[in-house]
């Protein structure tokens, strides 16, 4: 079984909160066998951040619903005004792709809203249109179609040049758009769930001939909003912009079991001006992975991610990264302000993936407020990262990493407080850390930091960093930047909408 929606169990009072929440055959894939009693613990911990998410953005009223959103919409309908049934069974690709094509007419007369009610609604891959809404229930489940026939292959990415579970093309994603403006996907907590479970034994036997679908990817847009909904048992990444910009991405829960392949929550991709904010992830790898392609194809493409907001993120990930900056990071990534992160049972806080070939960039990176508690490492730089698309990667593409400023941590249960590894030749040059408290486990290393190929300072961190990052004394314990300006993304106000229901 897949995990089941987490929220339609909880109620206001903790003593309601259930000891399980899901039950994972874990023997019918040796690879994605749980750890029990840290299983238990994260499981019962999201339940306890949950509380009282559902209908957090929604409220009903005698016949309609109101919600908040970029835009409102002048026409709305129902997913069974064009046959749709949502019985779990019947498969409603055909209704889903109609309703988008007939309500896309609407575009230039207030844009159109398709609501889908409670139920389950199997469906295959469908395209999204421009200035339309796909509102949610909260008991609507719209389910992945387990028939891979039913998934058609699209190119690999130009800036990624290559698929990423294999050379050549890649299935396409449940919920698609390219080349729109004007999009949103939110709701009532309502969940699209990928049925992933068919598409990560594939994976672990080598048996896809291309690269897993995503649950939501939107291409070459403008003004997107995706909040208020849960992303289930993704095949693979689960949230993904790219070559996008002014994007929102609020109140989302995204949920995997821990070992499930590169289920990656949100990746920003060669997009900017993009707003993640009060995000909920469980998942197999990276909560936020912030991205811009892949060795010389992301070189050549040259369209970087910048302006990138990432505030109250809540992350469970104990093989991955809270957030992650790279791999795939060869167009650059510049202007990343994440403030406010909670990391429980995660491998890092935030960990900055690199290497030889790459190029690119990685600089003007602000941290503030991280809370991590039982963490592997807190600060991870690594400069030798691998994993390249091709053999045709420059060795002469070196990557500059610049002006890292992390301020006012806490953490606890950690087995090592650093590790930075810059690049032989390539110092990382610019790293500040400043008022950090790291509480050591018991058998924790027995020396806190290793570095090597960083310059930097530090002040008020404990444990003593290591001698290439110096302490600047207890006076300088603001020292690390953390900009005030505010960006366009951010000053972005949602207006009230409503629906009436049928």
Known sequence: MFFQHPTKHISSHYSSIPTMLCCYNTKTIPHLQMRGMVWLFVVVTLAVIMVGVEGRNVR???????????????????????????????????????????????????????????????????????????????????????????????????SYGHGRDAAGGRYISLIFGTNLTDVIITGDNGTIDGQGLLWWQKFHGKKLKYTRPYLFEIMYSDTIQISNVTFLNSPSWNVHPVYSSNI?????????????????????????????????????????????????????????????????????????????????????????????????????????????????????????????????????????????????WDPNAIPIIQNINYKD??????????????????????????????????????????????????????PKPCDLLPDQGPENIGMCKFPQEKLDIENVELKKCSYAMP
């Open 60 to 158: 009903h009223l005698e016949g309609s619903l109101e919600y908040t959103a970029l835009n409102c919409r002048g026409h709305s309908a129902s997913i069974t005004d064009f046959g749709g049934v949502g019985d779990g069974k019947t498969l409603n690709t055909r209704a889903f792709q109609e309703a988008v094509n007939t309500l896309s007419q609407y575009g230039s007369d207030g844009g159109a809203q398709l609501y889908v009610p409670a139920g389950q609604w199997l469906t295959g891959s469908f395209n999204l249109t421009s200035h339309f809404t796909l509102f949610l229930h909260k008991d609507a489940t719209i389910l992945a179609s387990q028939d891979i026939s039913k998934w058609p292959v699209i190119d690999p990415l130009p």
């Open 409 to 462: 941590i806490v953490a606890e249960n950690v087995t090592m407080a650093a590790r930075l590894e810059g690049i032989s030749g390539d110092t990382f040059t610019g790293i500040c850390i400043s008022n950090a408290t790291i509480g050591m486990r018991v058998k924790a290393k027995k020396v806190p930091w290793t570095c090597s190929d960083v310059e930097g300072v530090t002040s008020g961190v404990v």
């Open 248 to 392: 929102l991405c609020q109140g989302i829960t995204i949920l995997a079991p821990l070992q499930s392949p590169n289920t990656d929550g949100i990746n920003p991709d060669s997009c900017s001006n993009t707003r993640i904010e009060d995000t909920y992830i469980v998942s197999g790898d990276d909560c936020v992975a912030v991205k811009s392609g892949w060795d010389e194809y992301g070189i050549s493409y040259g369209m970087p991610t910048q302006h990138l907001i990432i505030k109250r993120l809540t992350c469970i990930s104990p093989y991955s990264a809270a957030i992650a900056l790279g791999s795939e990071m060869s167009g650059g990534i510049q202007d990343v302000r994440a403030e406010d992160i909670t990391a429980i049972n995660t491998e890092s806080a935030v960990r900055i993936k690199t290497g030889v070939g790459r190029g690119g960039f990685v600089k003007d990176i602000y941290v503030k407020g991280m809370s991590l508690h039982t963490m592997k490492w807190v600060f991870w730089i690594t400069g030798n990262y691998g994993s390249h698309a091709d053999t045709h």
